[in-house]
C-alpha cells in the first residue's frame, strides 16, 4: 500500500470510529430518560439559575385582589332609568376569566338593545368587557379614575389561573359552579386566539417545588382544571429535574405579559372609535350623571363602598421585581415563594393577606422571598 492510499484508509477509519463512538455516547445518554424532549446530554429540561440579591430588585408593588365569598357579581339591575351591569369581584381570577365573564357581561348589556354604553374601570375586565361590546357595533365609552400602570390589574401576576380565590369553596353554588366552567371556557379559547400577537400570551413551563407532598387547596376538588385546557401537571423523579426537593412537578401553563397586553388592547379600543375619560366615580349620583342610558361597572374594589357590597374584601399580594434575564422564561412555585417571568421582568411572589387595605411594600416580605429562592438556586444541580 503507498503512502497516500494509507492515510486515506485511515482517515475512514478513523471517521467511523468518531461516529461509533457518538453514537454510544448518545446511546449512554439517553438510556433511562423517559420524556423524548429532555435535553439528551443533560438528562432534564434546562433551568436556568436566578441571579438572586437585594440589590436586583428594581420595584416592590402591592395589588389589591377584588374577593368576594359568594364569588364575582355578574348580574344586572336598573338604577333610574339605566340599566345597570355588574361585572367584578374576581379575586385573583380576574386576568383569567376576563374574557369569558366579559361575554357574559356584554349578553346582558344587548339585552337592552342600547347603542351607546359607558364601562366603568380600566383594568382587564373594564377594558376586556368594552373591547367585546365594540365587537358588536356598541359605542362605548370607559370612565376610570386611572389608566395603566396606575390600575390595580397591572400589580397582578399574569397568569393563567382560573380558580385563584374566584370565591368561598364553602359558599359554592351549582349555579356558580356552572358559570364559572362557563367563563373559564369561553376565556380559554379567546386567550389561544391570542398567541402570537407580539407575545403578549404565551405558553411557558410551570414547575412546583417542595420537600414536603403539597396539601390540596381548599378549592381544588370543586373548581378543577377543565379538560382540554392545561396539560396534567406531572411528577418528575430525581433524574428529571435539577432540584434538591423529594416532590417536584412539571407542566405547561399560560403566561399574560401585561404591560404589552394592556397596551395593545387599548390601542385597539381607541382604534375602534372608543372613549376614555379620566373620571372618578364616588357615588351612585356620578353614575347617574353620565350621559350612557347603560352602564357596566367593572370596577373592582371601588365597588364596594358605592354599592355597599359587603360580600367584597381586599387580599393584599406582594411584588417584587427583579431584572430581566432574557434565558428564565419558566415560573415556579415553592414554599412561600415563586417566581414569574414575564419580558419586563422577573417578579418574585408568596403572599396573600386578607382584609388588607394597605399597598405599601414590605422590605421584609421582600427579604424572605429573596433568601428562600437564593437557597433553592443554590441547592440546584448545576
Not at 368576594?68 to 339591575?77: F, M, V, W
Not at 366552567?181 to 389561544?192: C, H, N, P, W
Request: overall charge positive.
Amino acid at each position: 500500500m503507498n503512502r497516500r492510499g494509507f492515510i486515506q484508509q485511515a482517515a475512514i477509519a478513523g471517521s467511523w470510529a468518531a461516529v461509533g463512538s457518538t453514537v454510544a455516547s448518545c446511546a449512554t445518554a439517553a438510556k433511562g430518560y423517559a420524556d423524548k424532549h429532555f435535553q439528551i446530554n443533560m438528562g432534564y429540561y434546562r433551568i436556568p439559575k436566578l441571579r438572586l440579591s437585594m440589590d436586583r430588585i428594581v420595584r416592590e408593588t402591592v395589588g389589591l385582589r377584588p374577593f368576594r365569598a359568594i364569588g364575582p357579581r355578574l348580574e344586572s339591575e336598573r338604577l333610574g332609568n339605566k340599566t345597570l351591569v355588574h361585572n367584578y369581584g374576581h379575586g385573583g381570577s380576574g386576568w383569567s376569566l376576563s374574557w369569558g365573564s366579559g361575554m357574559l357581561a356584554r349578553d346582558e348589556v344587548m339585552k337592552t338593545g342600547v347603542k351607546q354604553v359607558a364601562v366603568l374601570g380600566a383594568g382587564t375586565i373594564g377594558l376586556t368587557t368594552a373591547r367585546l361590546l365594540q365587537d358588536k357595533g356598541v359605542e362605548v365609552t370607559i370612565y376610570a379614575k386611572d389608566v395603566a400602570p396606575n390600575i390595580t390589574s397591572s400589580l397582578a401576576t399574569g397568569t393563567w389561573s382560573p380558580s385563584s380565590r374566584v370565591c368561598d369553596p364553602q359558599k359554592a353554588t351549582p349555579e356558580f359552579k356552572a358559570w364559572w366552567e362557563k367563563a373559564t371556557a369561553l376565556s380559554f379559547r379567546a386567550f389561544q386566539f391570542q398567541l402570537g400577537l407580539n407575545d403578549i400570551i404565551s405558553w411557558v413551563d410551570e414547575y412546583n417545588v417542595f420537600n414536603e407532598a403539597p396539601s390540596e387547596r381548599p378549592n381544588s376538588e370543586i373548581f378543577a382544571d377543565l379538560p382540554g385546557m392545561v396539560p396534567e401537571r406531572i411528577m418528575l423523579s430525581k433524574k428529571e429535574h435539577p432540584f434538591k426537593a423529594d416532590y417536584v412537578s412539571r407542566r405547561s401553563n399560560v403566561m399574560i405579559n401585561i404591560p404589552t397586553y394592556l397596551h395593545k388592547h387599548m390601542t385597539d379600543f381607541l382604534l375602534f372609535g372608543g372613549k376614555v375619560k379620566i373620571h372618578e366615580i364616588k357615588k351612585l349620583e356620578d353614575i347617574d350623571a353620565l350621559p350612557e342610558k347603560c352602564v357596566v361597572n367593572c370596577m373592582g374594589l371601588g365597588a364596594k363602598a358605592i354599592f355597599n357590597d359587603d360580600h367584597l374584601t381586599p387580599v393584599s399580594g406582594q411584588l417584587s421585581c427583579l431584572i430581566p434575564q432574557p434565558e428564565v422564561t419558566y415560573k415556579l412555585n415553592t414554599k412561600g415563594a415563586s417566581i414569574i417571568s414575564r419580558k419586563d421582568g422577573i417578579y418574585l411572589g408568596g403572599n396573600g393577606i386578607v382584609g388588607n387595605w394597605d399597598t405599601t411594600p414590605s422590605r421584609e416580605q421582600t427579604e424572605k422571598v429573596v433568601g428562600i429562592l437564593q437557597k433553592l438556586m443554590e441547592d440546584m444541580r448545576s
